[in-house]
């Protein structure tokens, strides 16, 4: 007779190994070790951009000291992640500084940070040599991939602003990264009409355009999130379904230009597929390191960069 | 214990949101805050805050604005720092702080009104409507 608590242990592993499959321990190993270096060099380089900008974007606490050995220590992590011998030990090294990050900066803490948190801790569960412990926490990182991109779109459902484009529309009518990108779907005039509102007045609006392609738009966004997140979840459909998703995150970027975000949730999709996380770590610090010299004014794009990170 | 602790972070991406949808409904908490990746799901401009005295012996139509350069530099920060927090927690960051030391800061007013006022965009409509809140304070006897 099994007792209700076993039933649900044996379905929680079920679920569990249902993302687990698809690579064997050496690879698994060392996709872990490509996602655990390129996320605490992601933390580091987001680390030492909030010090060098003084504090994280409207927060208050994050400023002084303790902000300079938060990031220091968080860099230190970046570091150890690259030594075989002290791999394991660099997400652990991280994670309290990460905490006293997320901490000083609440209640304004951003979602995407809330991600590398979680991610970072997740990471801290593998243990020398385990594969056990492997297995289960690239299924778990998996796992919070699938989650996270379901509830984006479940979010925008519920919201119900996607359903006739009044968000895009709104945001078209600010103006900056996202008009760039979405106003290429609507006359010159609906632009100006949005874009004339103001929207700390009340009654502006209406914020709803007659435009059958920005109407698509919005709603392919959150029927894609929600079904390439069940999409992930089939072992068939995986790897495509993957594919999608990364180049619906950086269609998306390309509007809202979150550098930072891009890379964190590519990297975790990449999860998905057996050797992607090592084959692009490379490219992808080049990315942070150009980053960093440009948003530093050594190169050109400094402007842009930070907006995408701060 | 790793897989408990593995499952639990799990359980909290997987329902907090959820919760979280509960909490903005009820008190009005900005949706693209406190982890409930509800980003880019409805337009949260900031919130306005206004600072209103009534000097002693005044009607209650006598409110004017105070004038926010007037107020010592702690108050000033204090209020900027209210103004993102309201706009991250909506009703959970009450004034109340806030108006006990505008008090204590302009002894020479006898009441203090804290009119916060946060604009949504409306799904019907698709029009901007605003919600406003006023908090009277009053100097104790």
């Given amino acids: ?310 | 214990m790793k897989r408990v602790v593995a499952v639990a972070v799990l359980a909290f991406v997987a329902l907090w949101p959820l919760a979280h949808r509960g909490l903005v409904a009820v008190y009005d908490v900005n949706p693209w805050k406190l982890a409930g990746f509800a980003m880019y799901t409805t337009p949260t401009p900031p919130v306005q805050v206004v600072l209103f005295e009534r000097a002693a012996g005044e009607n209650a139509e006598g409110l004017a604005p105070i004038d926010e350069q007037t107020l010592p530099p702690t108050l000033r920060r204090q209020l900027a720092r209210f103004r993102v927090e309201r706009h991250a927690l909506g009703a959970l960051r009450s004034p109340d702080a806030l108006g006990a030391a505008l008090l204590e800061a302009r002894r020479d007013l006898e009441w203090v009104v804290v009119a916060v006022q946060r604009m949504r965009l409306d799904r019907e409509s698709a029009r901007m409507t605003s919600r406003r809140d006023q908090f009277v304070y009053e100097r104790s006897p």
Avoid at chain 1, 16 to 33: I, M, P, T, Y
Avoid at chain 1, 64 to 71: E, F, I, S, T
Avoid at chain 1, 167 to 191: K, N
């Fill in chain 1, 1 to 310: 007779m099994i007792s209700p608590g076993q039933k649900i242990s044996v379905w929680i592993d079920q679920g569990l190994a249902v993302l687990a499959e698809g690579a064997d321990g050496v690879r698994r190993r060392s996709q872990l070790r490509a996602f655990r270096r390129f996320v605490l060099i992601h933390a580091s380089v987001r680390s030492v951009l909030w010090l060098w900008f003084g504090s994280a974007p409207g927060s208050f606490g994050i400023e002084g000291g303790a902000n300079l050995v938060a990031a220091g220590v968080v860099a230190l992590s970046g570091v150890l992640a690259f030594w075989h011998r002290s791999e394991l030990l660099a997400p652990r090294v991280a994670l309290p500084a990460l905490v006293w990050q997320a901490l000083a900066t609440y209640p304004v803490t951003d979602n995407h940070f809330v991600l590398e948190l979680l991610a970072v801790a997740l990471l801290c569960l593998v243990g020398k040599r385990s594969r056990r412990d492997e297995t289960l926490v690239l299924s778990s990182l998996r796992w919070l991939t699938v989650i996270v991109l379901f509830h984006t779109g479940l979010s925008k459902l519920l919201y119900g602003h996607y359903f006739q484009g009044d968000f895009l529309a709104f945001m078209v009518g600010q103006g900056g990264r996202f008009a760039d990108l979405f106003g290429l779907l609507l006359p010159a005039g609906e632009v100006a009409r949005l874009q004339g509102y103001d929207a700390l007045r009340t009654g502006a609006g209406p914020y709803r355009v007659d435009s059958l392609p920005l109407l698509l738009m919005s709603n392919f966004v959150w029927i894609s999130e929600m079904a390439l997140a069940v999409l992930l979840v089939v072992r068939r459909t995986r790897l495509l379904a993957a594919a999608c998703a990364m180049l619906l995150v950086l269609v998306i970027q390309l509007g809202a230009r979150e550098l930072g975000f891009a890379l964190l949730f590519v990297n975790l999709l990449l999860l998905f597929t057996t050797d992607g996380n090592r084959r692009v770590l490379p490219f992808v610090v080049a990315i942070y390191l150009y980053s960093l010299a440009a948003v530093f004014g050594w190169l050109p794009g400094g402007d842009w960069l930070q907006a995408g990170w701060l």
